[in-house]
């Protein structure tokens, strides 16, 4: 699809303008899924309105709460699993614990706003998943 991408609110679903999105793992993952999988990508640009961002924060601090709680649950498990029977397969079992309590936390997944990520950057530039990877592969160059 060329041309301007249309706006998406990610908590109403409705077409708006709004704070945008950061484009992570997450997302380029489920667009790569719709674009090649199931050849049903809107491609739309995702957002959150000034009337759905108290929402969007309640949820996402939930999000960040219940992922640090699972990561934390599966680390427990795994330094259990390591030290009660140090083995290699132990180490894989501590390994796909973590695997799948970090899925597990995806189930209730809210992305970060492209304001957070610049912060966290501390550039002042919000740099996307796939643009960070346009300039490893133009850098490698």
């Not at 934390?72 to 083995?87: E, N």
Request: contains cysteine; charged residues 20%.
């Amino acid at each position: 699809m060329k041309g301007k991408k249309k706006s998406v609110c990610i908590v109403c679903g409705k077409p708006k303008k709004g704070i945008a999105v950061h484009e992570d793992h997450v997302i380029f993952a489920i667009r790569w899924f719709k674009t090649n999988i199931t050849k049903n990508a809107n491609n739309n640009g995702l957002v959150v309105c000034k009337e759905c961002y108290p929402k969007y924060a309640k949820e996402r601090r939930r999000y960040t709460s219940r992922l640090s709680l699972y990561i934390g649950i599966g680390v427990i498990f795994a330094i259990l699993l390591i030290i009660s029977t140090p083995s290699l397969g132990s180490a894989l079992a501590a390994i796909g614990v973590l695997v799948f309590l970090y899925a597990l936390s995806l189930l209730s997944y809210i992305p970060r706003l492209e304001l957070e990520a610049q912060q966290l950057t501390g550039t002042g530039e919000a740099v996307s998943a796939p643009a960070q990877r346009r300039r490893k592969l133009q850098n490698n160059k």
